[in-house]
């Protein structure tokens, strides 16, 4: 587990609410990884938060539906998300500051929190999100990326060839930005603008 030092100075004092978004995509927990998955294509999202009477209870990620269902070659519309959600759900408060939302992601090795107010669901916030906001909370959460994907979540190609399974989310080796898709390419994960200043595409 990666420490910080308490004293690290916040740029501005945001909080959660400042940055999450509140466009949210939310499941029953007896809906299908099919269902799901349709959901997670036509809202271009990563995740959708399960609920359960209301509640929410759980989360499926893209990666979820690709160890649980499709590695294993199962029907789709034959799991439940209720049997796919990563559970209990780790939540955050609209009011806590950003600097600790992104602790609770390291200390946890999560890359979103669903933002509770009471019980009511209200926001989602991301790595993403935090990344855009801090050149501190941008330090600490590439440690949470390299920790997730310490030698890349899926393997790459060819040299000079994109496979399909390349696309992760991270820290573009070239401009050494944040970005929601990077492609491996011989083992060098770019983004799609960095991605023509390689030799093999000149």
Known sequence: MIEYERS???????SVSDVMSRKLI?????ETAETIGSKMAASRTGCVIVIRDAQPVGIVTERDLVVKVISKNLQPSSIQAEALMSTPLITVPPEKSAELASREMVRHRIRRLPVVQGKKLIGIVT????????SELS???RDLIRQNNPQGEFSGGKEGIVSPDSFRQGICEVCQ???ESLINIDGTYVCSRCRDELP???
């Open 8 to 14: 690290m100075p916040m740029e501005t004092d945001i």
């Open 26 to 30: 939310t499941a029953d927990v007896s």
């Open 127 to 134: 790595d993403s999100d935090l990344l855009s906001i801090s």
């Open 139 to 141: 330090e600490i959460l």
């Open 177 to 179: 930005n944040f970005k």
């Open 200 to 202: 093999f595409f000149q």
